[in-house]
């Protein structure tokens, strides 16, 4: 069995992540291009200030970070910033201006992140009994991924490689399924909860990786 091929598939709505959109949508930051905006989130105001090339480096770097930490390790010590917990941490150096744009919002994107994050939970994750590794992620998370594996198997005729993949469920305000990291997606909610939609979907991912 050990050359068995394995999948690990990890399944959330992270906090850290849901907080970092909603501070992309709170302070008008437009990377990435192609992500749409959060449902029920208000975007900036516009009398708020322009966001500079360095203000959207440094979220970008931030958004990279928390997304896959272990692919975008900072090459400075993390600081903790004041109202978000220990949800958001940013260089000691570098982020000044990020740190200081996104005090205001603390709040309010993490009261959004909370709500969003225990909607996941009560509609979807608490109906599958979730596990990992080796393809088995339990209930009916397992048979979303594995129709989609099945699937891949049969038409490229041989075992899906070992791969390892993190799926963002998301509350988007428009439906689809979009790259945020070199091993990670995000696809809005919506989408999640349609098996046929979703199997469709997320099969193309599964190719690039198995």
Do not use: C
Request: hydrophobic share 45%; net charge negative.
């Amino acid at each position: 069995m050990a050359d068995k091929p394995q999948w690990l598939i990890r399944e959330d709505a992270s906090v850290p992540v849901l907080v970092a959109l909603a501070l992309r949508q709170s302070l008008g930051i437009r990377a990435p291009e192609d992500l749409p905006s959060l449902r029920d989130l208000p975007v900036r105001a516009p009398d708020a200030a322009e966001v500079t090339p360095e203000l959207e480096k440094q979220w970008r770097d931030y958004w990279d970070m928390t997304v896959e930490p272990r692919a975008h390790p900072s090459g400075v010590p993390l600081e903790l910033i004041d109202g978000f917990d220990t949800l958001v941490a940013l260089p000691a150096t570098g982020a000044e201006e990020l740190a200081q744009a996104i005090a205001p919002h603390a709040a309010s994107a993490m009261h959004f992140a909370r709500v969003a994050h225990d909607r996941y939970v009560s509609s979807i994750r608490s109906s599958m009994a979730s596990r990992s590794g080796g393809g088995t992620i339990g209930g009916e998370a397992y048979r979303a991924y594995a129709s989609a594996i099945a699937e891949f198997e049969r038409e490229i005729g041989r075992r899906a490689h070992s791969f390892e993949l993190n799926v963002q469920v998301l509350p988007f305000s428009q439906r689809g399924i979009w790259w945020i990291g070199a091993l990670t997606v995000a696809v809005t909610d919506g989408l999640r909860r349609d098996v046929v939609s979703f199997d469709a979907a997320i099969r193309p991912v599964i190719a690039e990786l198995a």
